[in-house]
Antibody, heavy 120, light 107 residues
Framework: QVTLKESGRVVLKPTETLTLTCTVS??????????WSWIRQPPGKALEWLAH???????SYNTSLKNRVTISKDTSRSQVMLSMTNMDPVDTATYFC????????????WGQGILVTVSS | IVLTQSPGTLSLSPGERATLSCRAS???????LTWYQQKRGQAPRRLIY???TRHPDTPERFSGSGSRTDFTLTISRLEPEDFAVYYC?????????FGQGTNLEVK
């Protein structure tokens, strides 16, 4: 059974850096058939893809975030990390990690999400 | 590519048939069109991928169809647990895009 769980600081002040960790169970980060993504959802709004990473460490980012986002992984700990700099109140959202299927390039397993609030 | 879902809100009763639309701003490969269901306070759940293939645990009352720019999610007979928000999603080779969602509510 594949499970993903997000963790990290949930309240930040403007200009701080967000760091989130996704811990994956039941599936290896070394498996080349899948990737791992971060997706966010502001309250009451639609989903927005942020980044993905593959087993070979290949990465891709949503260019609308203007180089604020970094994705990385620690295979030995089965963790995928997200860093986002210069946080602003508009970045308040639930952040999800998800497994990326490379057959359909979609997201077949999701974490429960973590609500991050940015406020002064 | 922009995905536009309609209607924004759909009010139906249990037992009725639901038809949800997802329109792409240009022709897309149907292999990369996925539908998700999201219940309040939960993560999205994949229902249909490749425009028409059900995820292993998706009930048979859910079906997907369409091609080129127009895609449809149909729920043949609504169950109480089907009232939720539904999103379509596409990958264009560099960007994953979601529609704005259709809120399926109880009439």
């Amino acid at each position: 059974q594949v499970t993903l769980k997000e963790s990290g600081r949930v309240v930040l002040k403007p200009t701080e850096t967000l760091t989130l960790t996704c811990t994956v169970s039941g599936f290896s980060l070394n498996d080349a058939r899948v990737g791992w993504s971060w997706i966010r959802q502001p309250p009451g709004k639609a989903l927005e893809w942020l980044a993905h990473i593959f087993s070979n460490d290949g990465k891709s980012y949503n260019t609308s975030l203007k180089n604020r986002v970094t994705i990385s992984k620690d295979t030995s700990r089965s963790q995928v990390m997200l860093s986002m700099t210069n946080m602003d109140p508009v970045d308040t959202a639930t952040y999800f990690c998800a497994r990326l299927s490379t057959w359909a390039y979609d997201f077949d397993y999701w974490g429960q999400g973590i609500l991050v609030t940015v406020s002064s | 590519i922009v995905l536009t879902q309609s209607p924004g809100t759909l009010s139906l009763s249990p037992g009725e048939r639901a038809t949800l639309s997802c329109r792409a701003s240009q022709r897309i490969d149907s292999k990369f069109l996925t539908w998700y269901q999201q219940k309040r306070g939960q993560a999205p759940r994949r229902l249909i991928y490749g425009a028409s293939t059900r995820h292993p645990d998706t009930p048979e009352r859910f079906s997907g169809s369409g091609s080129r720019t127009d895609f449809t999610l149909t729920i043949s007979r609504l169950e109480p647990e089907d009232f939720a928000v539904y999103y379509c999603q596409h990958y264009d080779g560099s960007l994953y895009t979601f529609g704005q969602g259709t809120n399926l509510e109880v009439k």
